[in-house]
């Protein structure tokens, strides 16, 4: 499945994503891994997408 893939179940906004779909608001994987960077998460900003990686040639 290719970038074209938009999961209508995981809304993203981030186009630095290589997984981010080409033409929506969507994830383009199947699943994705959400977890935190802190040891008592209480606020949106805690949270983290694990599945993210930088898309090649962005932002550099
Ligand atoms: S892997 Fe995470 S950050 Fe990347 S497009 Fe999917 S939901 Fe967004």
Redesign the pocket.
Known sequence: MGTEFANKS?E?T?NN????CCCDNY???ER?KVGTHENDPTVIPCTD?Q???LKRDCCR
């Open positions: 995981i993203c981030i994503c290589k997984h981010h994830c383009s994987l994705i997408c599945s993210f990686e």
